[in-house]
């Protein structure tokens, strides 16, 4: 009797554990793609919009491809974040600024940059 108890006690604190590391990890990806979406619009920053249509995004240019349903287009994280780091190993004449070769974006806007792709 005395053990079975103690059992109910013993299941929940797993669960709470799990469930305070989930509201943690979603807090931190909220900030993280906000990072991204700023530095995606920002005209100083990736500028993004200038050849891209985005959705949410004012006056896009239509030089590039629109950025639409990326996780579908682009299932490997890395082959994306390696296109916005350096354009120019796909295509050695893109005219899209390699952001990350040339450090117009730090790694940390790059890997920022890409979670807000993978929301489109
Ligand atoms: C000067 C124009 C220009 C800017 C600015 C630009 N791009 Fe591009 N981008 C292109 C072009 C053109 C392509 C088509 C492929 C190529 O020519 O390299 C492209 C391709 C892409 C692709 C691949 C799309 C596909 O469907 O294959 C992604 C992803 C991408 N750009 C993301 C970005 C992100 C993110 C930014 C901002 C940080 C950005 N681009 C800024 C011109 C630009």
């Known amino acids: 009797m005395r053990?079975?108890?103690k059992r109910p006690?013993?299941?929940?604190?797993?669960a709470l554990l799990v469930g305070v590391f989930h509201v943690?990890?979603?807090?931190?990806?909220d900030a993280t793609v906000a990072l991204g979406k700023?530095?995606?619009?920002?005209?100083?920053k990736g500028n993004c919009l200038a050849c891209h249509m985005i959705p949410g995004g004012e006056s896009?240019?239509?030089?590039?491809p629109p950025l639409l349903a990326m996780s579908a287009r682009f299932p490997e994280r890395?082959?994306?974040?390696?296109?916005?780091?350096?354009?120019t190993v796909r295509n050695p004449d893109s005219?899209?600024?390699p952001f990350g070769k040339h450090h117009v974006l730090s790694e940390q806007e790059l890997d920022a940059v890409v979670d807000f792709l993978y929301t489109l």
């Open 3 to 5: 053990q079975n108890n």
């Open 9 to 14: 006690a013993a299941c929940l604190f797993p």
């Open 24 to 29: 943690a990890a979603a807090n931190a990806d």
């Open 38 to 44: 700023q530095v995606a619009f920002d005209s100083g």
């Open 60 to 64: 896009p240019g239509n030089i590039g």
């Open 78 to 87: 890395a082959v994306l974040r390696a296109q916005v780091s350096d354009a």
């Open 95 to 97: 005219i899209m600024l």
